[in-house]
């Protein structure tokens, strides 16, 4: 009997390690696992750069107010590797529109690996060859000759959000409306946790936005789009989420930016309780 309980609890761990399952899922699970299995609150990182949508600091801030004890904290980057990325259970990309090939890379590696991700608006929308990417090209190209063709070969055929978006989000990127009004947030999905707390419509008023197609051809699986954005007469997706090795969920929209007034929290409350186990 004891060793079918610990068999049980080794694969509950894995399945909610590897977000197959939330631990609130379970009766009593979640604070066995938050209390004896990671022993501490789940650590969030918000990448941004400085360009493109979304607020970091605002973000940050109104995340901090139901994270009290475990706030996010903020990384440029310029300072980003994919080996400090491990220590976190969820990193969200934000006002990040250009990246660089070695950039774009950590965050493919993060997510191989089992990470979540929230990605908004444009960020990684624009890929430019940094001299750091060059010089790892040029030593790989002594032992892996061609490793320098390729790379400038991949840079000019690269468009959009490039490999990220076709492998992970399962969107393509299209163009970014920076000055729209008159937008409604509507609910499509309601059984989708991350837009529970959301109202059906939701009037976001002058929101700026990135209009991207769904296409999903990846090796993620299982995309849900549970909200689309109305504008000008046309709907565009809004908040898609898939399961990949974590959780990926990407929003075409700044969710901090939605005023306190249209929405208390809830959006982001939910998109973070959705992804975070603890």
């Known amino acids: 009997m004891l060793v079918f309980l610990a068999l049980v609890v080794v694969l509950l761990v894995v399945l909610t390690k590897f977000k197959f399952i939330h631990p609130r899922d379970i009766p009593g699970w979640k604070g066995f696992y ?13 990448v941004h750069g400085d360009e493109g949508l979304g607020d970091p600091d605002k973000l940050a801030n109104q995340l901090s107010r139901f994270r009290v004890s475990a706030p996010p904290e903020q990384l440029h980057a310029s300072r980003l590797s994919s080996g400090m990325l491990k220590n976190y259970e969820l990193v969200i990309v934000e006002k990040m529109k250009r990246v660089t090939f070695t950039q774009a890379e950590a965050l493919k590696s993060y997510m ?55 492998y992970y989000l399962g969107v393509t990127y299209l163009r970014t409306e920076a000055n729209a ?46 909200a689309v954005l109305d504008y000008g007469g046309h709907e565009y997706p809004a908040v898609i989420d898939s399961k990949y090795v974590g959780r990926i969920v990407y929003i075409a929209f700044p969710p901090e930016q939605v005023t306190e007034s249209v929405q208390p929290t809830g959006l982001l409350t939910n998109l973070v309780d959705f992804l975070v186990s603890c």
């Open 112 to 166: 191989d690996g089992g990470g979540s991700v929230i990605w908004i608006g444009d960020a990684g929308s624009e890929y430019y060859l940094s001299e750091e990417d060059r010089q790892a090209a040029l030593i790989e190209n002594e032992s892996n000759p061609g490793a320098y063709e390729r790379l400038l070969n991949k840079s000019a055929k690269t468009k959009g959000f490039g490999e990220i978006g076709q």
């Open 181 to 226: 009004s008159g937008v409604t947030l509507k609910v499509v999905d309601r059984n989708n946790p991350l837009v529970q707390a959301v109202v059906e419509e939701l009037e976001l008023g002058s929101m700026p936005f990135t209009v991207v197609a769904e296409g999903r051809v990846g090796a993620a699986t299982g995309a849900s789009k549970s």
């Open 34 to 46: 938050c209390g004896v299995i990671e022993q501490r609150q789940s650590r969030i990182l918000i």
